[in-house]
């Protein structure tokens, strides 16, 4: 596969763009795929389950966490009003550049459409301000046990999922994409005020690889 560009991650490390075909995948430093335009069916499943517990609010604010490929905030988009707002924190500036450009094409230009606000930065310390969204979609990494990056663990820890709690309108909805079981988190979510539960999802409709969305409502 073509290496086409790499984009340093703030704090160490880099993600890199390859070429696959007609499609594209971006690596993790050890060579491992985080994200490819060829499965993106649990990416979007986020955005659709939590945005239809929301979807009907006026001026709805959604915060979705990171970018990568840009099917989730894509999905968010399609899913809201005209009048809603949905930011999407993303950590690594080359990400925001690579969908600017060459990937923007895949998930229908998200961040294009007016309605879409881009903050190049950490979303764990988004949420520590913690500004009053209707829904927060968390797909940074591998999962809350399946952390590639270290930092990453505070967003599901207590302290993180507090942060979170606090970030949402009453009855808004905490989302949060997994590659891997993580089998204490529903519980760790109920401890955190959450009305929580798990879902299985597929990468591909009802195929591909199997992943997981947890669900949680600010009670
Ligand atoms: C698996 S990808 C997200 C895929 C995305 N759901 C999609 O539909 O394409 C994870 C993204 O989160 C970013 N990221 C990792 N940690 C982050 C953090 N703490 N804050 C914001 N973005 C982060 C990564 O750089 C990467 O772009």
Known sequence: MPLLATA???GGGALRLFRDGEHYVIKLDDGTDLMSTRQHGSEEALAELACAR?????QARVLVGGLGLGYTLGAALRHVRDDAEVAVAELVPGVIEWNRDLLGDFAGQPLRDARTRVHAGDVAALLRT????????????????????????????????????ASLRPQGVLAVWSAYPAPTFTQRLKHAGFAAEEMPVRALG?????????LATRA
Do not use: C, E, F
């Not at 927060?136 to 990494?141: A, N, P, Q, T």
């Not at 009802?206 to 947890?214: P, Q, S, V």
């Open 8 to 10: 340093p991650i703030p």
């Open 54 to 58: 929301i979807a009907a609010r006026a």
């Open 130 to 165: 913690r500004q009053a969204w209707d829904a927060i979609l968390l797909d940074v990494d591998n999962g809350p046990d399946g952390l590639t990056r270290d930092g990453n663990s505070r967003l599901y820890d207590a302290a993180g999922l507090r942060d979170a709690h």
């Open 206 to 214: 009802k195929r591909g690889m199997r992943h997981r969305i947890w």
